[in-house]
């Protein structure tokens, strides 16, 4: 995860419920639930001491309990083969992100943002397709379980062969509700399509794959542009067109939410609230 302002703090540590607990929290219970059994967390180095403070080390001591272990793994700009580009600030992506954590990851895994809630189904299908010998997947969910009630949001729309397969994720931006469903820029969208949300499920060997691109990708940046990204999504979806890799899409019906937007806070509040009030979670979450 990187650092993003949101109002007054880091976006991804904001509490959502009345025990403090932030949206990871949630993930990492489901996660867990599921059968993984091994957090990394993905983070900047100068956010360590809030971020242990805050959520680290009470998830490192509820894991312990349950002999899950924890590591952390640190996303720096510097981190790359030779020099950064002179008046780089911006880290390098989510492809990068999960490339720092190579070292610890020796079992399938699946990747999540900090700051979406996913709910309980993804990770189930996940963990179930990588015991099972999958090689790369993603958690599939329906356009109109991801919409935000306060303005346009992106979305990787997903077209898939009849066989469940991946075929190509077409970035789509500032996709509103409207009283038909959805549009984007006046287009209509069908709000059944699948979108990706990054949530993927991936293997050791995959960091092989990602450290490759890596090197390319930083290879073809020009000089002069500080802001290009190495992402996750964009490797895969070269990936897929090149014929280098196959995903399999596995349909969620679970909602989505999360902080988009400073008016989407109370909402989601909301929603962790009847979440607990309707036994998919028990107070106190971990208790």
Known sequence: MSKEKFGTGIKQLEPVDDGQHIIM????HDAIEAGFNHV????????EGEFRSVM???IASICGKSGVTVDYAFQDIEDIPGEPPAGRTKPWGT????????AVLKTPFVVINADDYYGKEGFRLVHEYLVNGGQSCMAGFVLKNTLSDNGGVTRGICKMDDQNNLTEVVETKNIVKTADGAAADGIAIDTESLVSMNMWGLTPEFMEILEKGFIEFL??????????EYLLP??????I???????????????????TY??????????????????????????
């Open 25 to 28: 929290d949630y993930s990492i």
């Open 40 to 47: 990394v967390f993905i983070i900047r180095k100068d956010i």
């Open 56 to 58: 680290g080390d009470r």
């Open 95 to 102: 492809g990068q992100a999960v490339l720092a954590a190579k």
């Open 219 to 228: 290879g073809g940046i020009k000089e002069g542009d500080i802001k290009k």
């Open 234 to 239: 964009e490797l895969i979806d070269q990936l």
């Open 241 to 259: 067109h090149s014929g280098k890799a196959a995903v399999d899409v596995l349909e969620t019906k679970d909602e989505w939410f999360g902080v």
């Open 262 to 287: 400073q008016e989407d806070k109370a909402s989601v509040q909301a929603a962790f609230k009847k979440l607990t009030d309707d036994g998919v979670y028990p107070e106190g979450l971990y208790q």
